[in-house]
């Protein structure tokens, strides 16, 4: 798994304004894209996500789910070879929002 860490972090005006979106969603689907920028996905764990948020991992779980259903992005899961145990999870911003969004970012 390829180990990203967090340099910087903006916040694109359309995800800022979104209505739909707490602050919190805001933050971590941010977070999200810029993890996503290099291989198209995030692989960054709850724990990881909740220290620089400063949420529990609990709470990450609940607004990534949150973000999945509001279709914003994917969770793609790996299981463990005959086992219900993940081995790991991928996250990737939906494209055609992804696509919108940054249409939107150069035509400003």
């Not at 198209?40 to 764990?45: E, N, Q, V």
């Amino acid at each position: 798994m390829n180990k990203q860490k967090l340099k910087v972090l903006w916040i694109p005006v359309e995800i800022l304004l979104d209505e739909h979106l707490s602050d919190k969603e805001k933050l971590i689907l941010s977070m999200i894209l810029y993890l996503s920028n290099e291989t198209g996905s995030c692989f960054a764990s709850n724990k990881y996500i909740a220290s620089i948020v400063n949420v529990t991992s609990d709470r990450v779980s609940k607004i990534i789910s949150s973000l999945k259903k509001k279709q914003y992005i994917e969770v793609k899961l790996k299981y463990k070879l005959d086992s219900k145990e993940v081995e790991n999870r991928q996250i990737v911003p939906n494209k055609k929002s992804r696509i919108k969004l940054f249409n939107k970012i150069t035509t400003i």
